[in-house]
Each structure stands twice: as C-alpha cells, then as structure tokens.
C-alpha cells in the first residue's frame, strides 16, 4: 500500500502523502478533513484508481505466470503462452477500428470476448492432438500467430488510422483513464484468484515434478490442471481487457519470487503476487512521469525494465546452480 500511496502523490501536480491520506480519510470515514478540491479530484478520480488497477494487473499476472511454469513445466511460460493476449489485441481491434458489436461490447469488452476465443482455439487444437503440456505450448504459439496476423490484417485494412493507432496504443498496456469500477473488476478477479492459487498450492508443488509423481501423491491432474488453465485463461483475459497487453510481469516475478522464498507455492504465490502489484505500479508511475506529457505505455515501460532484469535472473540462476 506504501507504493500506491507514494505512486499517486507523482504527477504534474503537486500532491503529498498527507493530501492522500485526507483524501482517503475523507471519502472512506467521512472525516471531513479540509481538502482543495483539486487535489481530491486529482487523488480519488485519477492516480488512485490507476495506481490500484496496476497493482492488481501486476498481481494477478504474476499469479498467473507462477501457475502456468509450474502446469507446464517450463520456466519461460508466462500469461501469454496460451494466446490469450493476441486474442484480446484482435478483439480489441475488431471493436474499435471496425465498430462489431461496439454499442454493446466497448473495447474492453470485444478483448474479453477475444482473449476467451483465443484459449478456445488453444483447448480445440490440444484435444485435437491428444497431447500433453507440450501440444499446449505448440497451439499457445499458433493461436498467437493466427490472431497476431488477424489483428494486423484488420489495422492494416483499417480505413480511420487515427482509430487504428489508438487501438494499438491500448494494446502495448495503457492505465490511462481508470475508474473504480475497473478497481473493483480487477481486484475481485484477483483476489479469486489468489485463493485458488493458495487452495490449489499443494498440488502445484507435486505437478512441477511431473504428472506421474503428482498423481501418486494423490492429485487429480487431469482436474486440476483444467480448472487451473481455465482460471489463469479467464484472469488473463480480465486484466487485459482492462489494460491492454502488459507482458514480462508474468515471466520475470515468478523467478524473482523463488529466489526469495524457495519453490513452496504457499509461499511463492503471495510473495508473488506483492511482487508484481509493487512492480507494475513503479512501472506505471515512472511511465508517466518520465515521459510527460504522453505517458509511456505500461507494456513498453515492463519491456524495458523486464528484459534486463531476467537477463540478470538467468545469469544469477546459472551461477547459484
């Protein structure tokens, strides 16, 4: 909570801790605190929410980064493996640069719809060839190769390209214009899925050494990896179809988490989670300031910020072998 407090006293206003701290006294006790009404406008409508949004966008991709390696069995999965995040792009871009459905779906929307039938294609071609978390991996690539190619064909065929570049500056992960519906939104999918993470810990423990050991240890693999596919799926798809493609937090926190606390999910998943909400909102705050008065997009700010630091995880990871 201490990074969403200070994240939102940064911007080009001037607002401190102790402005936030009235604000919140105010709108949550009925406090009464004197309080410009500029800053409380700046405070409760704008950086708060955001802040919160990206806190919960980090954890919960982080979460789903931590079940994915684990189900998978390999250390470079993360939310995206499954093509759920070009999926959403497609999606997005068919609401906005094409208008289907947009009265009724909103670009939030038409990504939801698209990140679900991206892991739809993922679940058909896995039935279809009768294989493992290997066949997973392999239709994860080719359901992104298939809407990454639909979404650049439906850009590059767009006839408003001011929409068109709009759309595709939503899709690198943009915070911009947050509202506590979308707080609510995010933090409830996450918090649901930080219980299942925590519930379903133990067996995540036993599927990381494989299916056969985890099956004598009394887990229903078949079960659990489906549920938990599904509910990584379905909070992936939730949290970019709020803020666009965020990639790296899911690949880069888990591994940090793991050095810190060993391989334990019970532990692995919390730490985890703190991780990427505390990540994503850094990213987010610095974004925006360093690069007034266009922010960055979150997703290039995770970029830049995750390709180094797993690059120093797998050299530290080499040497402590």
């Known amino acids: ?113 698209g990140a679900l039938a991206a892991f739809g294609v993922v679940l058909l071609l896995s039935r279809l060839a009768h294989g493992g978390t290997a066949v997973v991996v392999l239709a994860g690539v080719a359901s992104t190769q298939l809407f990454s190619a639909a979404t650049s064909l439906v850009v590059f065929a767009a006839a408003d390209s001011d929409e068109a570049r709009g759309v ?30 925590l519930v379903a810990a133990r067996s995540l423990d036993a599927l990381a050494f494989g299916d056969d050991l985890a099956a004598s240890l009394g887990v229903r693999v078949a079960r659990v990896r489906g549920s938990l596919m599904v509910m990584t799926a379905l909070l992936t798809a939730a949290l970019v179809s709020v803020a666009g493609a965020v990639g790296f937090v899911g690949l880069v926190l888990p591994h940090a988490a793991r050095m810190l606390v060993g391989r334990s999910h019970l532990r692995v998943v919390p730490v985890t989670a703190v991780l990427g909400a505390v990540f994503l909102v850094w990213v987010d705050a610095v974004s925006r300031v360093a690069f007034a008065p266009t922010p960055l997009p979150v997703g290039v700010g995770t970029a830049l910020v995750g390709v180094p630091v797993f690059m120093v995880l797998l050299v530290r990871r080499r040497r402590l072998a």
């Open 168 to 197: 595709m500056f939503w899709l690198l992960g943009s915070l911009e214009g947050m509202r506590w519906d979308d707080v609510v939104l995010t933090g409830t999918v996450v918090a649901v899925g930080t219980a299942a993470c």
């Open 1 to 113: 909570m201490w990074s969403v407090g200070a994240a939102t006293t940064l911007g080009p206003a001037d607002v401190s801790l102790v402005n936030v701290r009235d604000v919140l006294l105010n709108h949550l006790t009925g406090a009464g605190i004197p309080v410009r009404v500029s800053d409380d406008a700046i405070v409760w409508q704008e950086r708060l929410p955001r802040a919160l949004v990206a806190a919960a966008c980090g954890a919960g991709l982080g979460l789903c980064g931590v079940v994915l390696q684990s189900l998978l069995r390999n250390p470079l999965a993360d939310p995206f493996v499954l093509g759920v995040s070009s999926g959403a792009s497609t999606g997005a871009v068919v609401v906005g640069v094409l208008g289907v459905g947009g009265g009724a779906l909103g670009l939030s929307g038409g990504a939801f719809v």
